[in-house]
């Protein structure tokens, strides 16, 4: 019996849909765990938060490079909301700030897992 109403509580629990303009709430503390860069000088760069979820972000400029031997860092808000007034840093880049011109739900990068097993 507990078994159907966890099998009910997942199958009625909210899923963002893809492609949808977004935040990141809570995004400090290092919620943004991962990152992948997208297709070659498209700007997109795809980041994976604690639950699991990806999500596309789109840099006002293509400026970070296409290897995963990038450090990225990011600011928030003051509440730790991830949001187009964020910005990326390329820290072999200080120099090299980005703005977002575009935050949304997303599948896993090709070649990543969406959810992994823990």
Known sequence: MVSFFIAMALATSPVAPLGKETVITNAGGGTLREWQAGPARSGIVYVRDR???????????????????DTLTYTTDVNGTFD???????????????????????????????????
């Open 84 to 118: 187009r007034f964020s910005r990326i840093n390329v820290a072999r880049y200080p120099n090299r700030i980005c703005g977002i011109s575009s935050i949304k739900t997303s599948l896993a990068p090709e070649g990543k897992v969406g959810l992994r097993k823990r």
């Open 51 to 69: 639950r699991e979820q990806w999500y596309q972000v789109t840099l006002t400029d293509p400026c970070t490079t296409d290897t995963a031997l």
